[in-house]
């Protein structure tokens, strides 16, 4: 290999936004994520709805189960 052609590769510090974190080789120093295999709703198998404007409670009453 030509010396001084490739970046340093060392330890990097990654970081999750729910405050998982672990350490492993990459080129950078450190990388910040948003979504992790820790809370990533794919991996824990908890779906997370998120509401806008009442549109799940507003699809529930129209086509949720009638009584």
Avoid: N, W
């Avoid at 330890?11 to 979504?35: M, N, P, W, Y």
Wanted: with cysteine; proline share 3%; glycine share 8%.
């Amino acid at each position: 290999m030509k010396e001084g052609i490739h970046p340093q590769y060392g330890d990097c510090q990654v970081s999750c936004a729910c405050g998982h974190a672990f350490v492993t080789k990459s080129t950078r120093s450190e990388i910040k994520l948003e979504i992790c295999s820790t809370c990533h709703p794919f991996f824990t198998g908890k779906v997370k709805l998120i509401d806008t404007a009442g549109r799940i409670e507003k699809f529930q009453k129209k086509y949720g189960t009638k009584k």
